[in-house]
């Protein structure tokens, strides 16, 4: 038997197309939907990150980390201080008769039971004058052969005097160092003779 549909065809289309409208409004509902929660969620998480952000801005603002403000605050000034300390350390360097690697070198081939108890540079006539003690004058002398073979020392003046302490006899000696490209005493006068 054959199923006859009495309907008119007007109506069928009807029905097809409010069918065919209330799956598209369906769609479009659940894509509007998920718009919505597609903007609101990130919103959302923005909004709770920035109240986060406030209460810890307010938390900084509290007594107990003011303490740490000023410890900032004071190792920023020791820090500058430090800076300009190491600057000035590089100026007088630079503009000194001796680095700090040249008086390493006049220091460690100091022999023992040798103590340098005052130095003095003058830029000005490149010279540094050294005193101090010993127990032996040969140790002086050593220290002086050692000074001579050093390529920024010209000439070693050197006087010693012993002095009795407490039953020893102390050295004490005095150097004076006449460094590369200063004028020395006689200097002159050698060459007056030599071109003669």
């Not at 369906?26 to 939907?33: S, T």
């Not at 900084?60 to 003011?66: G, N, P, R």
Request: glycine share 6%; net charge negative.
């Amino acid at each position: 038997m054959k199923d006859i549909n009495l309907m008119p065809k007007e109506h069928v289309v009807k029905e097809k197309k409010k069918i065919l409208r209330n799956v598209y409004m369906g769609i479009g509902f659940f894509i509007i939907l998920g718009i919505i929660i597609g903007i609101s969620t990130p919103y959302g998480m923005i909004k709770n990150r920035k109240e986060k952000l406030t209460q810890l801005n307010m938390q900084l603002t509290d007594a107990k980390y003011k303490v740490i403000d000023e410890v900032k605050e004071e190792l920023m000034q020791k820090q500058k201080q430090l800076n300009s300390l190491n600057q000035l350390l590089n100026e007088i360097e630079e503009e000194s008769i001796v680095s700090g690697a040249n008086l390493d070198l006049l220091i460690g081939f100091l022999p023992t039971d040798m103590y340098i108890e005052n130095l003095n540079m003058d830029d000005e006539i490149k010279s540094i004058q050294m005193e101090g003690s010993t127990t032996e004058e040969e140790k002086v002398s050593e220290y002086v052969v050692q000074l001579t073979n050093l390529p920024f020392v010209e000439k070693v003046d050197m006087e010693t005097n012993r002095e009795v302490l407490n039953n020893k006899t102390i050295v004490k000696y005095q150097l004076t160092l006449q460094m590369e490209g200063a004028e020395v005493e006689g200097a002159e006068e050698n060459d007056e003779i030599e071109e003669e």
